[in-house]
C-alpha cells in the first residue's frame, strides 16, 4: 500500500496563479483532511472531508476550495495565490472520527508564491 | 477556544538518557491525543494515539500518558538514541467540534 501520497512535492507560483494540489489514499478511510504548516505555528487545519462528496471548513479556510469527488481522493485549490499562502501543504486520512482517530500523513508540498 | 502548548520548544540531550517530552490542552472535552513524529522535510508519522477514556499508551521505547483533568499529556522516550532527533508533535481531536489541534511542536537533538 502506497499509503497517502501528494502531488507535486514542490511548487512555486506568482502572485495571482491558481493551482490544484492532489491528495490520493488507498486505504479506504472516509475522512480527509488538509492542513499547513508555518514554522512555528504547528499544523492549522484548512478543511476536511468526512466522505466522498462532502467538504466542511476548517480553521484557516479563507483562500482555499476543495472537492471530494472521489472517496480516495481530496484536492485543495488556490484560485488567486497570495504571498501569505506560501507553507508546506499536508494531507491527511483516517478511517474514523472521535474516539479512535488515528491520522496517517503524506509528505507534504512545499509551495512558494512569489 | 482549544489550544495547545508544547514546551519545550527544543530539547538537546546525551545519547542514553530517559527523557519526558510535555504537552498541556485547554479543553478536557477531547476525543483522543495523539503523538507524532516529524524528520526535517518530511511528512508526520503517528507514534500513539491515546483514547479519553484511557491513562496511557506504550510502544517499546516510548511510553504516552493522559491526564485530561488537568489537561496534559507527556511522552517518555527511554534509553534515547542519535535515531530518535526529530521534531515531536502533540495533537488533540475536540470532541465538541470534531477538529484536531496540534502543539507546535518540541524539537529533539540526541547528542551521541
Known amino acids: 500500500n502506497a499509503g497517502v501520497t501528494q502531488t507535486p512535492k514542490f511548487r512555486v507560483l506568482k502572485t495571482g496563479q491558481s493551482m490544484t494540489l492532489l491528495c490520493a489514499q488507498d486505504?479506504?478511510?472516509?475522512?480527509m483532511y488538509w492542513y499547513r504548516q508555518d514554522p512555528g505555528m504547528g499544523l492549522r487545519l484548512i478543511h476536511y472531508s468526512v466522505g466522498e462528496g462532502t467538504t466542511a471548513k476548517g480553521e484557516v479556510p479563507d483562500g482555499y476550495n476543495v472537492s471530494r469527488l472521489k472517496k480516495q481522493n481530496f484536492l485543495l485549490g488556490l484560485e488567486s495565490a497570495a504571498p501569505s499562502q506560501t507553507s508546506v501543504y499536508f494531507c491527511?486520512?483516517?478511517?474514523?472520527?472521535?474516539?479512535?482517530?488515528?491520522?496517517?500523513f503524506g509528505p507534504g508540498t512545499r509551495l512558494t508564491v512569489l | 477556544k482549544q489550544e495547545v502548548t508544547q514546551i519545550p520548544a527544543a530539547l538537546s540531550v546525551p545519547e542514553g538518557e530517559n527523557l519526558v517530552l510535555n504537552c498541556s490542552f485547554t479543553?478536557?472535552?477531547?476525543?483522543?491525543l495523539q503523538w507524532f513524529r516529524q524528520d526535517p522535510g518530511k511528512g508526520l508519522t503517528s507514534l500513539l494515539l491515546?483514547?479519553?477514556?484511557?491513562r496511557e499508551q506504550t510502544s517499546g521505547r516510548l511510553n504516552a500518558s493522559l491526564d485530561k483533568s488537568s489537561g496534559r499529556s507527556t511522552l517518555y522516550i527511554a534509553a534515547s538514541q542519535p535515531g530518535d532527533s526529530a521534531t515531536y508533535l502533540c495533537?488533540?481531536?475536540?470532541?465538541?467540534?470534531?477538529?484536531?489541534?496540534f502543539g507546535s511542536g518540541t524539537r529533539l537533538s540526541i547528542r551521541p
Open positions: 495533537a488533540v481531536e475536540n470532541s465538541s467540534a470534531s477538529k484536531i489541534i
Open positions: 491515546i483514547q479519553s477514556s484511557q
Open positions: 479543553d478536557s472535552a477531547i476525543y483522543n
Open positions: 491527511a486520512s483516517s478511517y474514523e472520527a472521535g474516539t479512535y482517530n488515528e491520522q496517517f
Open positions: 486505504m479506504n478511510h472516509e475522512y
